[in-house]
């Protein structure tokens, strides 16, 4: 059994900068492909950043390369998810989510069963 646990998330200004953290057990974290998504009101919970194991390769959402970065720190089990230029449409849940034997479709849900609960981000313009 793997578990997520998200933190990091709060209220913050528009043009910020906030990091999120996603801490890991259960599981040898370095085997693993991390995502981040992102659930904003009303919305579909869609793709931000995944990272792969081994050399640590990196994905982002188009709408979203520059802004966000993802890291991982294997010793720490934990991922990070760097966020700067803060928008009001960052406003969301954000989720991070893992997944073995990833090789392409970073971006589809289904690739990865198990997910965190969730943190909160609201940027205020």
């Known amino acids: 059994q793997v578990q997520l646990v998200e933190s990091g998330g709060r209220l913050v200004q528009a043009g910020d900068s906030l990091r999120l953290s996603c801490a890991a057990s259960?599981?040898?974290?370095?085997?693993?492909?991390m995502g981040w998504f992102r659930q904003a009101p009303g919305k579909e919970r869609v793709f931000v950043a995944a990272i792969n194991w081994g050399a640590g390769s990196t994905y982002y959402a188009d709408s979203l390369k520059g802004r966000f970065t993802i890291s991982r720190v294997d010793a720490r089990n934990t991922m990070y998810l760097q966020m700067n230029s803060l928008k009001p449409e960052d406003t969301a849940v954000y989720y991070c989510?893992?997944?073995?034997?990833?090789?392409?479709?970073?971006?589809?849900?289904?690739?990865?069963?198990?997910w965190g609960q969730g943190t909160q981000l609201t940027v205020s313009s």
């Open positions: 989510a893992a997944g073995l034997w990833i090789y392409s479709d970073y971006d589809r849900m289904h690739q990865y069963p198990y």
């Open positions: 259960g599981h040898t974290f370095s085997s693993y492909t």
